[in-house]
């Protein structure tokens, strides 16, 4: 692809400064290798190709988003690639793309682009930036206090979660709504709706988590001394939760549009992140009936803008400044918390959080697995 600039195109990665937003991107669902409209502002533009998730796709929809690529005379050229491209580094992602904007783990990606490409670590400039999108779960009111009182959901200060663990437990019970909740009386076993981990990096993050805890589970049974088993262990938690569940939506907004739509002894609780929540409850829809649950561990999906020519470091760097800041104060979302990291250091894996908040380097050959087991 070329651009209508003048500026050289550079064949080396430009990556650089990490710029970390702590709260809340702006981040939605599209459906998995569509392409999105390019944006044209000005007849003297810089063409801007890339690469997005589709959880990214309503952030390119969002008028404060055109507004500020308008600012920088960025006309933008998008493909919309599934979670399953991504991972696998597909052909859907080997195009002459400016930038990749990905989840769930940029820091990866980063890592595996400068052990190919040492010329990265003489570079200082650029702007690759992070940001994350909280995962949580919407359920019907009426069935939170029976799920408090079984520990399904735990509460800290205002803030009330769905125990992860808790639901571990009950998978391997083969518990029903009916048992925790008798006046409800659904033979449906317990679980969050989610749709396909191989189109959506929400339900791949959520089946990695899945796998975490229930990596635990197994240990507490098992013991620690066969890896092999637990690992087996594991997988069949994480297949029994995400894989075997009977919907059919592949996308975050396609299950959570079904889930608004259905009665609720159909889908009792589904994933969704809270960019998704707040723009439903800014576009006025009635949430009145629904609970938003954090998980609990937390978790989130990351995204990291990957600037891959000049042109690329432009748009990352109008994401910086005006984009994502002014997508959040759009969605009433601070951006109090943001640091920046001045220079790439190569000595540095750039990790960053992961399931329960600690910090570890997650390699793509963990979503790799993942994928073979329930994608």
């Known amino acids: 692809m070329s651009s209508t600039s003048s500026t050289k195109r550079t064949k080396s990665f430009v990556i650089a400064a990490v710029f970390i937003v702590l709260a809340v991107a ?8 569509d392409s999105l409209p390019k944006f044209n502002f000005f007849k003297d533009t810089t063409l801007v190709t890339g690469a997005i998730s589709p ?35 597909s052909s859907s992602v080997d195009k002459d793309y400016d930038f990749i ?14 052990n190919a ?31 408090k009182d079984h520990d399904l959901v735990t509460e800290s200060g205002n803030l009330a979660s769905l125990n992860v663990e808790t639901l571990v ?37 959520y089946a990695r988590l899945l796998r975490t805890v229930g990596e635990d589970y197994a240990q507490k049974e098992l013991g620690r001394d066969d890896k ?29 549009d079904a889930f608004l739509r259905v009665d609720k002894g159909e889908m009792p609780m589904v994933l969704a992140t809270t960019d998704q929540y707040v723009r439903l409850r800014n576009e006025g829809e009635d949430l009145s009936p629904y609970t938003p649950l954090a998980l609990d561990p937390p978790t989130t999906l990351i995204s990291i803008v990957i600037p891959r020519t000049e042109e690329g470091v432009l748009f990352a760097k109008a994401m910086n400044e005006d984009g994502i800041p002014a997508v959040m104060e759009g969605l009433g979302l601070s951006t109090q918390g943001s640091g920046f990291n001045p220079k790439f250091d190569p000595s540095n894996d750039h990790s960053i959080p992961v399931d329960g908040g600690e910090y570890s380097q997650l390699r793509w050959a963990d979503f790799e697995e993942i994928l073979q087991v329930v994608g």
Do not use: C
Request: hydrophobic share 40%; net charge negative.
């Open 228 to 256: 092999a088993k637990i690992d087996a262990e594991a997988d069949d938690i994480m297949r029994h939760l995400v894989a075997e569940q009977g919907y059919s939506e592949t996308t975050e907004q396609g299950i959570l």
């Open 169 to 205: 437990d009950m998978s391997q019970e083969n518990t029903r709504w009916r048992d925790i909740s008798p006046a409800f009386g659904s033979p449906r076993v317990v679980d969050v709706a989610v749709p396909q981990v191989s189109q959506s990096f929400a339900a791949l993050r």
């Open 117 to 147: 490409n040492p010329e990265l670590a003489e570079l200082d400039e650029g702007f690759p930036m992070v940001f994350g999108n909280q995962l949580q779960v919407l359920v019907h009111s009426d069935l939170v206090e029976d799920m």
């Open 26 to 33: 702006s981040l939605a669902v599209g459906r998995g290798g």
């Open 101 to 114: 904007l990905t989840d769930p783990n940029g820091a990866a990606w980063v890592s595996d682009l400068r």
């Open 55 to 89: 959880e990214l796709e309503a952030t390119f929809n969002d008028p404060a988003m055109l507004k500020a690529l308008e600012k920088h005379n960025i006309e933008v050229e998008l493909d919309v690639v599934p979670a399953g491209d991504f991972v696998e580094h």
